[in-house]
């Protein structure tokens, strides 16, 4: 289960793997290369509320961008176990993804009641006094998990739901501009049995 560190409100997972700033050298980069035992990997899964976790791997580098930030770079890799959103089978996905992050020291907070632009960047993080390797590994696998995992040759297929005596909603009632054509008809209709009423 994710904890809140004590005090401080930060989001921590099961795996960590935490390096303190003031350490980090800013001369030259300092690499680094994750590779979660088979506990850790199950408890992760379990984290993430999949199956399995076979294998996860996070290498990279980080460095120092002027005297006050830090990048990230790195390539994840993985192979998980989801289940089909069809068949609920599980599905293998063998994830490849490299990763950019960037802490700063001086990134705005949002505050209440005030209109600050925030970065478009959506790697940028503010810069505290430790990096988490781990916890970056674990959201960067949370983002590239498949939405919708599905077995081979599994397809959705169409199912319509309306109450007694209703027509039930098809796929080509659902798109754009559908109502409005509706619609049109509608008052299309209305116009023409005032015409016949005259």
Known sequence: MSTDTPGTGQHTTKYQHILRVADLSTGSATPFELIPTDAECKAIAAELGIPALRKLRFKGTLNARGKTDWQLKAQLGATVV??????LDPVTTRIEDPVSRRWVRDLPELEAGDEIEMPDDETLEQLGAEIDL???MIESLALALPMFPRAEGAELDQTNFAAPGVAPMSDEDARPFAGLSA????????????DDAE
Do not use: I, M, P, Y
Request: proline share 0%; with cysteine.
């Open 183 to 194: 619609l049109r008809d509608q008052l299309a209709g209305k116009s023409d049995s005032s």
């Open 82 to 87: 989801q289940d089909c959103v069809v068949t």
């Open 134 to 136: 781990g916890e970056v």
